[in-house]
């Protein structure tokens, strides 16, 4: 994690300054009379452990509020208003980009006690509340034959707000799609304290609150929809001498028609990473390593699609392993999830990139990132959901070693390669703190102005999750 020294600015709008001093005791005293004292934390050493996500050190709440209700939540967001200070949405604190780190002290609402989850096979719907855990939903939804396909590296921590905070993704999303490609309809808890039960009607509100980090508003439930799973799925991993041939391979083979399950990609210092963890015996000595799953419920149409992907790899002068059994697929598949401990034995923290570019411009963009590391003698990791050009290059530091200073711009650098070709700053982490400062850089200012006119709108107080996504308005709010 950062440093707490350089990590986090106060924000814009920031919330009115209490005047008696005594303003953490104050709301924690209120907030208990309110909801009783089960449901608040107040002590110190208990509200310092709200202050950070997995990334980022942010300043500590003066009260935590473990709702068990919609109407606990409500109450917790007109006691916060009352007192002037912000309030920050957390769930597992799973995120990469500083979300659920709180930029000055004030309230957090974590969600972790509202778990409600019910499946509803005949709509095939679940309706779950905002701290029900990812796998949870499809663990509860499997013996009525369905799943719920968002599948964030995160799934047994992160928690169904979080993922809709942030739209998280995963391996499957190229096929099945995002967190937000799920949602029917949700619930959540506006800067007043009104509650709103959307659908995915004209105006979208429900999209506009998915992805925006709880800036916009705090989601208390939502309708998932839940699919059958497909019967069949076949596993392989091709290696290849260099990136560009294997993401080569990835665009033949789509342009031939494959739509793969999954398609993951990682870079030689990646799999050595991993296989110095898990010793499976992953090609050390390749550039590049894809793993595809195909999948589908007509058993020829998936192993057709996996003779598609093969004779791609093979062309793009790749080599293909076919995974033979189900325990040959689960291991090639447990490489990618051991990714984050693996790189956690090499340095103790990492910047996680969440760049999207055009697949065609993969090869390049892989390459420059690499020749950026190597220049600024970081170590730094590429893997990512390549059928989407999502690429997570992390750059790996211990602030004893290496300056935080040296990998922001590190990070700078790999985002603006990102918007040369034509790409984004987040695919599925979200922006946070920890790219704001980047959003100048992405986003023209008419459209900048539009973002900021939303926020306004939903949030004219600036009290929900201040300093995240949009940078300060007078710019001069540094990295994080
Ligand atoms: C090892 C590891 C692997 C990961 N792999 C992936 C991956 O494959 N794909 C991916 O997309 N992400 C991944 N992540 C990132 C992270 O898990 C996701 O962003 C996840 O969605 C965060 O869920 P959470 O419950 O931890 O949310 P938190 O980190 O607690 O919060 C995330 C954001 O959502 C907001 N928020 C939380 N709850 C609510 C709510 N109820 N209403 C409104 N806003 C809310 C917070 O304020 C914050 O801005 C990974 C993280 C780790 C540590």
């Known amino acids: 994690m950062t440093p707490e020294k350089v990590a986090l600015t106060t924000t814009s709008p920031a919330p009115k300054p209490r005047s008696n001093g005594k303003a953490d005791n104050a709301l924690a005293a209120e907030l208990t009379r309110l909801l009783g004292p089960k449901k608040v934390l107040s002590n110190l050493s208990e509200r310092l452990n709200y202050r950070y996500d997995a990334i980022q050190f942010g300043a500590t709440p003066l009260a935590v509020v473990l ?10 967001v007109r006691a916060a208003r009352a007192a002037g200070v912000p309030v920050v949405g957390r769930g597992a604190a799973s995120g990469l980009s500083g979300g659920a780190a709180p930029t000055s002290p004030g309230l957090v609402i974590s969600f972790t006690r509202m778990t409600r989850l019910d499946i509803f096979p005949e709509r095939r719907e679940a309706r779950a509340q905002a701290g029900v855990v990812t796998l949870a939903v499809t663990e509860k939804a499997k013996p009525h034959g369905l799943i719920y396909p968002p599948d964030p590296a995160s799934f047994r921590t992160s928690t169904i707000g979080g993922n809709l905070g942030e739209n998280a993704g995963g391996p499957l999303c190229f096929k099945y799609g995002v967190s937000g490609d799920y949602v029917k309809g949700l619930e959540f808890v506006d800067a007043d304290g009104g509650v709103h039960e959307l659908t995915r009607d004209a105006y979208d509100l429900a999209g506009l609150l998915i992805g925006s980090e709880g800036t916009l508003g705090l989601i208390t439930e939502a309708t998932l929809r839940l699919t059958p799973p497909p019967k069949y799925t076949r596993t392989l991993m091709a290696s290849f001498p260099e990136v560009g041939a294997c993401a080569e391979a990835v665009s033949a083979a789509i342009a031939a028609g494959a739509v793969p399950g999954k398609l993951e990609f990682m870079d030689q210092a990646c799999t050595n990473a991993v296989e110095d963890f898990l010793a499976i015996g992953l090609p050390r000595e390749a550039g590049a390593v894809l793993l595809v799953d195909t999948d ?4 020829g149409t998936v192993e057709e699609e996996r003779a598609l992907v093969e004779a791609a790899c093979l062309n793009a002068g790749g080599t293909v392993r076919r995974a033979a059994t189900d325990s040959e697929s689960a291991a ?5 999830r051991s990714v984050s401990p693996a790189l956690g034995r090499i340095r103790p923290q990492r910047m996680n990139e969440d760049i999207v570019v055009p697949r065609s411009a993969l090869p390049e963009v892989v390459r420059e990132i690499r020749a950026l590391g190597d220049a600024s003698g970081l170590p730094l990791v590429q893997f990512g959901h390549i059928g989407d050009g999502n690429l997570h290059p992390n750059i790996l530091f211990d602030p004893r070693r290496e300056s935080p200073e040296a990998v922001h711009d590190l990070a700078h650098q790999i985002a603006l390669v990102a ?6 700053l987040s695919g599925e982490h979200g922006i ?3 790219k704001r400062a980047f959003m100048r850089d992405a986003v023209d200012p008419v ?4 973002l900021r006119d939303v926020k306004r709108a939903l949030d004219p107080t600036g009290t929900l999750n201040p300093g995240k996504i949009l940078p300060d308005e007078d710019g001069t709010h540094a990295h994080p």
């Open 67 to 76: 709702p068990e209700s919609t109407a606990d939540v409500v109450t917790a």
């Open 296 to 299: 589908g419920d007509d058993l």
């Open 332 to 336: 090639l598949w447990q490489a990618r």
């Open 419 to 424: 918007i040369r070709h034509g790409g984004v």
């Open 432 to 434: 946070g703190t920890m």
């Open 447 to 450: 459209t900048l102005g539009a």
